[in-house]
């Protein structure tokens, strides 16, 4: 009775056309008293979805008629929407706890963010169990699980409810009617009907997915007084000199436009009486294309509706149907009772005509069929003609209606409604419902034994929840919740063949081919990675999978990729432990069991979730590792205004680096003041570091060496202190924008196929597609160094790194932000070849200038020329602009444009080579702290080999000259 509908045939492009599976955790807006869901699981149910809030334990939202509105930067790129509800509403609970502690539905968090505390309930996670969803609670010393269904064709939702053994009274919030609910009809206990009567409003708007019918204004009329059989020769037309309808040319060029031909400007597809068949329906609609006029692109067009002679316009309603942007109606109405107006006034209000309304339906978002309606009491006034000035003139309006005189819509006839929120109590005795104002409640008493009990719920006017009546108050037998083994949903592992590349340099890069095209629809966007004890990799997507690859072996050839988890909510951080899954999202640490053993998880058992989240885009959760005591360590991400400069509102976790107890049991802030630190590391000895990204009071991307807990970075935002030091803290070292334009992680070379670089750390740069090798120096026991990059080239970003039990190094990334990724996700395993390094290995700077030393012998001569070095410096600003320009040492009053190179180059007056032809010593002059540094080379290796790089360090102080290591 509870059966799960699958998603529909995906038929629609992306968003859309990835199956998501049973289920999507994500922050979402829910609108009316559910508010914005922070933390959401929303399960599909039927052609519709119910959301439970995992922060809060309450069931935000149900509805039918449709699933999410997918928006956003995981989704559709965008920099500010967020995930939206799409469809009808059966229930909703305010935001707020939706269990009460002691009876007291008070919220008691310091702050709308984060979960309530551990003793009044915590999320345990969900099970997939046949082909359903149960999600697991505790409720003071009460579990609690319950799943959802739907019955009456959809009409009304299911929830049924598990209660474990309770020693103390429970209330849990059903639902939530609109102000000015009141009970209308009960059963004591068993039965509750909230009736309200819905405000009337001068202009009126819904969406829906059902058919323009189901609007509450309901769909396009055949009765209104445009309807042409009326015979009145009412008529819609477009108003010429301004942008026109698609199909319809405008005169040659040179030629003023016909007064004449007024038949060529009807548009009778607007008052026809038919809505659009579908929601691309060309035939059925009419919008304006963006032409230039007046020296601009514009597709700001005009309706003229003309009645024929004045008349009493009582409603004016408005119908559209779109994919996309195009559903949204957005336009400014005008009335006149002289047919003499000037339609084209560039302001009609100054031109004879009187302003009725302003219709904006953008509050609906994109898609679905859109109605506007106007009305008023007293009626809108008396006119002969209606003027509609589109602001979106690429809305497909399928319909235009126009009420007048006699003519009245059934919304006129009949009234609004009342509208109602019904809900019946099933199965054991014990539970009861209770009505309290404009809400519901379930008492659970003191018990013994588990209980199980279903909440049948509907909302709608009368003659729909009369419809639902047999299925509301029914008293049948509750079955019990879904037990496993879960459907094994994802079928047989997807092949692919990887690509082993020629040992032709220091470093062999192979594919691990990502099967980008899925029968699932699936955005392989990979994100993060780890391996079993048996080699087997776990990979995550950005949009929520996780995968297992199989096959990783020397030659590549067969690679299965079985699809192991789905629905996660931005998982772009992934550890095992003692072969177990973790996935970090923005919701926290998910645990993924395969319990039945099919390759598939069914229980998403929640290991932490105290991260505190907003609906922010740019709060992204990055990366996770552990340290040797079994810590885990993430990072999380500031909430960046949209275009980038300045922060919305920050919450307690924002831009800070987390540790989280190896038990999943708290969760501490051990570094503050990042903007985005897009993947850390953590060497065996709990070294942490990280990298962060350009932006406000971040000049240039920098690598962050974190050895105690602190404020980290200079944002001055996200410090989560008081007061806020007036200056950053000093990375090890800056990178210009060709080295780092935006970065990953880091990797510490734990691998025993790389022997000549064993303990040193990695940086890898997700914007720039580089791995560096991260040369490192102590001066007045401060860290300070550079970065100069492996000969490595990848197909997608380098996001990820961990050495895999083989010893050799592997990457993953993705293509998503600000990167030059050529494919949407990569995954690499990078071979230590035995041919020669050709790099510094090491870095000193001093007063007299610097030593590299490189990982082979030198040529003495090229070696020893002070013309096959350069040396260049500069600074940065630290503000809260979004980055800084790059700022002359040794001429400060030297202005340069932003983004310009404004270098000092500093005179490189001997090379010395040491006696082990490894080391160079260049004795530069002016030598000084800088911000960024920059050491070129062109040399030949004593084998007769070029090698030509650079190096960019920061120099925070200069030690005295220490000369050639000991023993060079």
């Known amino acids: 009775m509870f059966a799960l509908a699958a998603l529909p045939a995906q038929t629609r492009d992306w968003p859309y056309s990835m199956d998501y599976g049973p289920y999507l955790m994500t922050t979402f807006e829910g609108g009316g008293r559910s508010g914005d869901t922070y933390k959401g699981v929303v399960v599909k149910v039927g052609d519709g979805a119910v959301a439970f809030d995992t922060e809060l334990l309450r069931l935000s939202a149900a509805w039918t008629d449709g699933w999410l509105r997918l928006k ?7 920099h500010g929407p967020m995930v939206r509800l799409r469809g009808r509403k059966v229930a909703e609970v305010a935001s707020g706890p939706g269990w009460a502690k002691d009876g007291d539905f008070g919220d008691p968090r310091p702050q709308p963010f984060g979960p309530l505390p551990r003793a009044q309930g915590r999320y345990r996670g969900l099970w997939l169990a046949g082909d359903q969803v149960v999600i697991g609670y505790t409720v003071s010393d009460m579990a609690v699980r319950e799943q959802y269904g739907s019955a009456a064709a959809g009409r009304v939702l299911l929830r049924t409810l598990e209660f474990g053994p309770s020693a103390v009274e429970q209330w849990m919030v059903v639902a939530d009617a609109p102000e000015g609910a009141s009970l209308a009809k009960g059963t004591p206990g068993r039965g509750a009907r909230l009736a309200w009567q819905p405000a ?23 009765s209104d007084s445009l309807d042409p059989e009326r015979g009145n020769g009412a008529t819609v037309a477009f108003v010429p000199g301004f942008a026109r309808p698609r199909g319809v040319p405008a005169p040659a060029e040179g030629q003023a436009e016909s007064a004449a031909d007024a038949t060529a400007r009807l548009l009778p597809v607007l008052h026809d009486g038919a809505a659009a068949a579908t929601e691309n329906d060309t035939a059925g ?48 109405v005008f009335g006149s009772a002289d047919a003499a107006a000037d339609a084209a006034a560039q302001d009609p209000a100054t031109a004879g005509w009187q302003r009725i309304a302003s219709v904006d339906t953008a509050p609906l978002g994109e898609g679905d069929q859109h109605g506007a309606s106007i009305a008023d009491g007293n009626g809108l006034g008396r006119f002969q003609r209606l003027l509609f000035v589109m602001r979106n003139g690429g809305t497909r309006l399928c319909e235009i209606d126009v009420f007048a005189d006699q003519q009245r819509a059934d919304l006129e006839t009949l009234g609004m409604p009342r509208q109602n929120l019904a809900v019946g109590l099933r199965g054991d005795q014990g539970p009861r419902l209770e009505a309290r104002g404009e809400r519901l409640l379930l008492r659970v008493p003191p018990h013994a034994a588990s209980v199980r009990v279903c909440l049948a719920m509907a909302q709608g006017p009368d003659a729909a929840i009369d419809a639902a009546a047999k299925e509301l ?6 079955p019990a919740l879904a037990e496993g083994p879960s459907q094994h949903r994802w079928g047989a592992p997807l092949v692919t063949k990887g690509e082993r590349s020629a040992d032709a340099g220091p470093f062999a890069v192979d594919t691990i081919t990502v099967p980008l095209d899925n029968r699932f629809g699936s955005r392989m966007r990979t994100g993060a990675f780890d391996f079993f004890r048996d080699g087997t990799a776990a990979v995550s997507t950005w949009n929520g999978d996780v995968w297992l690859v199989r096959g990783i072996d020397a030659s590549l050839e067969r690679l299965e990729w079985q699809r192991f988890a789905t629905g996660l909510f931005d998982p772009l951080g992934l550890r095992i432990v003692d072969d177990v899954v973790h996935v970090h999202g923005r919701d926290g640490i998910t645990r993924l069991h395969d319990t039945d053993r099919d390759g598939e998880a069914d229980f998403y058992e929640c290991f932490n979730n105290d991260v505190c989240v907003t609906h922010a885009f740019h709060e992204f959760a990055f990366d996770l590792q552990t340290d040797a005591e079994g810590n885990f360590y993430c990072s999380k991400g500031g909430p960046v205004n949209p275009g980038g400069r300045g922060f919305m509102r920050i919450a307690p976790h924002h831009g800070t680096i987390l540790k989280i107890a190896k038990d999943g049991s708290r969760l501490e802030v051990v570094a503050s003041g990042l903007r985005a630190p897009n993947g850390i590391g953590v060497s065996p000895t709990g070294v942490l570091t990280s990298g962060d990204n350009e932006g406000t009071f971040m000049p240039r991307c920098r690598l962050n060496w974190i050895e105690a807990p602190g404020y980290y970075a200079g944002v001055k935002d996200l410090a989560h202190r008081s007061p806020v030091p007036d200056l950053p803290d000093l990375p090890l070292c800056w990178m210009p924008m060709e080295v780092d334009n935006s970065s990953g992680g880091q990797v510490w070379v734990t691998g025993a196929g790389w022997p000549d670089l064993a303990g040193r750390l990695l940086h890898l740069s997700y914007g720039t597609c580089s791995t560096y090798l991260v040369l490192t120096e102590v001066v007045d026991g401060r860290i300070q160094g550079g970065v100069v990059r492996l000969p490595a080239n990848f197909t997608s970003s380098c996001m990820r790194g961990r050495f895999g039990p083989d010893g050799q190094l592997y990457v993953i990334g993705l293509q998503g932000w600000q990167t030059s990724a050529a494919k949407e996700g990569g995954f690499h395993r990078v071979r230590r070849t035995g041919a020669p390094l050709g790099l510094p290995v090491a870095l000193r700077t001093c007063t007299a200038g610097v030593y590299l030393t490189f990982a082979e012998s030198l040529d003495p001569e090229t070696a020893g020329d002070p013309g096959s070095f350069g040396v260049e410096i500069w600074n940065y600003l630290y ?9 002359s040492i040794l001429h ?22 040491s006696p082990d ?35 960019h360090n920061t120099i925070h102080a200069l030690a005295a000259d220490p000369g050639f290591p000991a023993g060079q």
């Open 285 to 332: 609609s009419v919008w304006f294309e963006r032409s230039r006029r007046g020296g601009q692109e514009s597709d700001a067009g005009r309706y003229l509706v003309d009645l024929q002679k004045p008349a009493e316009v009582t409603r004016i309603a408005t119908f559209s149907w779109h994919s996309g942007g195009r559903s949204i109606q957005q336009y400014e």
């Open 917 to 951: 032809r490894r080391t160079v010593f260049l004795r530069v002059e002016g030598m000084q702290p800088a911000h960024q540094m920059k050491v070129t080379w062109n040399v030949d290796a004593a084998d007769g080999r070029t090698l030509k790089g650079d190096l």
């Open 892 to 913: 400060p009053e030297r202005k340069v444009e932003s983004g310009k190179p404004n270098r000092d180059p500093l005179r490189v007056a001997a090379a010395v080579l």
């Open 72 to 78: 956003g930067t995981a989704y559709d790129g965008a």
């Open 473 to 478: 108050w029914s008293e049948a037998a509750v």
């Open 879 to 887: 503000s809260p602009n979004y980055g800084s320009p790059e700022l």
């Open 200 to 222: 009337a409003e001068r202009v009126q708007i819904a969406a829906t997915t059902a058919g323009f019918a189901t609007l509450p204004m309901g769909g396009p009329s055949r």
